[in-house]
């Protein structure tokens, strides 16, 4: 029972943590900030599969699969915003180009 209780803990703790670095970061910065953090969320998705992997009842296995699923949707997401991201800086005569030779 204990264990249920640390890993509560350190949730929380990072939950907190987490919201104040993050609430202290210019706007203008979210974005790039979380492209570089991409990696994050692909580990987020390993701990979920890893903890779906160790259920041993029905709950555990479903709550499992949904961590799972909404890591995979962040870790796709981060990437999706980066893309976008990229696309805000390139020039437009490369598009121009890139249109002509296509």
Known sequence: MMEGFVALYIFMLAAVT??????????????????????????????????????????????GFIAVVLAAGNAVGGYVVTERMLEMFKSSNSNNKDKKEG
């Not at 969320?41 to 992997?53: D, F, R, S």
């Not at 041993?56 to 479903?62: G, K, L, Y």
Request: aromatic share 4%; net charge negative; no cysteine.
């Open 18 to 63: 987490g919201y104040e670095i993050i609430s202290k970061v210019p706007v203008i910065l979210h974005t790039p900030l979380m492209s570089g953090s991409n990696f994050i969320h692909g580990i987020v998705l390993v701990g979920a599969m890893v903890a779906m992997g160790h259920a041993e009842t029905t709950t555990q296995t479903v709550i």
